[in-house]
């Protein structure tokens, strides 16, 4: 039986680090609130010129040299984005032309803050299928082209971003196990309402949150995919090493680890000097750790996502 395992891990943040004091210059907040309330210092944004698909290019450069794969050995990209360079064509299809290479498939997926989790099982499945060998998986996102620099309660929590990992085929897993969801039917708690059409925005282009909703809901939905991840890879949350969820705020993550029972020691946490990157969050987290040493080979590592759609989903993998 053919395996995917996680070969290889890169990410990318701009130069640009901001403080919250920037933030307390220009509106009604302060540092103390924003550290308080969601446990984040710093986040990155991108200059103007640097799209979706420039960061996630430098992510892949990495993550690729990290797996001694070379770009032409890659024969699928997926990437997760909502902030994709254009309508269309894909950001995926920007990033094979920027690195240099042609012809394997390459698609976007959107789902928002999970996307990262839901292109690493479709990827997976292709590789578990036999359609493909080494695929790049990549989160990248420029999240602050969308918020309302006057709304308090949003523009404080976001940063910009690209993680990428290097997926191949392998004998061994590797990946033992994805859950996926959605519900649709809160689309209204996290959205940027609106679309461009005839020439013009319709809608609001800027990002919209009941924060209290979103907050409650992440932390139940990471507690109950989590149980259900491992469960479906016949493991026990004590297997698990690492907890690398989705960054949006530390009390949510803290919330989720407590509820599973699992300790700080094996909580990952970025969302400090990152921010919320939506899609790219985990995979950033992730390259973060593996560098520093602190996930290591056999590691078990339980990668989650929640935001947007709603949707949420969860991913163990042996490193
Ligand atoms: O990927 C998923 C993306 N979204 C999230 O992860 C968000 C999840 N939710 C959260 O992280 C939290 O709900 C927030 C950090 C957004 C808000 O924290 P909270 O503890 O739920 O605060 P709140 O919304 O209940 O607001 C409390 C007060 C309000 O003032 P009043 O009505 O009590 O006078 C807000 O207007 O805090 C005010 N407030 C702020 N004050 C200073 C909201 N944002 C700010 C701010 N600075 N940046």
């Not at 130069?15 to 919250?20: E, Q």
């Not at 070379?70 to 024969?75: L, P, R």
């Not at 005839?198 to 609001?204: A, C, D, K, Q």
């Amino acid at each position: 039986m053919t395996f995917s395992r996680i070969a290889g891990t890169g990410g990318y943040l701009p130069p640009r680090v901001v403080s919250n004091d920037w933030f307390a210059a220009r509106l009604d907040t302060s540092d103390a609130w924003i550290r308080s309330r969601t446990g984040i210092v710093t986040r990155h944004f991108a200059d103007e010129s640097q799209t979706s698909s420039d960061l996630a290019l430098e992510a892949s450069r990495r993550a690729l040299e990290s797996a001694g794969v070379a770009a032409s050995e890659v024969d699928l990209i997926v990437l997760a984005t909502s902030t994709p360079d254009y309508v269309f064509p894909s950001a995926a299809c920007l990033l094979q032309a920027k690195l240099g290479i042609k012809g394997c498939p390459a698609f976007d997926v959107q789902a928002v803050c999970s996307g990262f989790i839901y292109a690493l099982a479709a990827a997976d499945g292709f590789i578990k299928s036999g359609t493909a060998r080494r695929a790049l998986v990549v989160g990248a996102e420029v999240f602050s082209r969308l918020l309302d620099w006057k709304d308090r309660g949003t523009c404080v929590l976001f940063g910009d971003g690209a993680g990428a990992v290097l997926l191949a085929a392998d004998s061994k897993p590797g990946i033992h196990a994805s859950v996926l969801h959605a519900d649709g039917s809160y689309a209204g708690l996290l959205s940027v309402p609106g679309n461009v059409s005839n020439g013009r925005i319709v809608g609001s282009p800027y990002l919209q949150m009941n924060g209290q909703g979103v907050f409650k809901f992440a932390v139940k939905a990471l507690e109950e995919v989590a149980r259900e991840t491992v469960a479906a890879a016949d493991m026990a949350i004590a297997d698990v090493d690492w907890l690398v969820p989705h960054q949006a705020n530390v009390r949510i993550l803290d919330a989720a680890a407590r509820r599973l029972g699992l300790p700080a020691e094996k909580l990952a946490i970025t969302v400090d000097h990152h921010g919320n990157t939506s899609a790219a969050s985990v995979p950033l987290a992730l390259d973060e750790f593996v560098r520093a040493g602190k996930i290591r080979a056999g590691h078990h590592v339980l990668m989650q996502g929640v935001g947007g759609g709603f949707t949420w989903g969860a991913t163990l993998a042996t490193m």
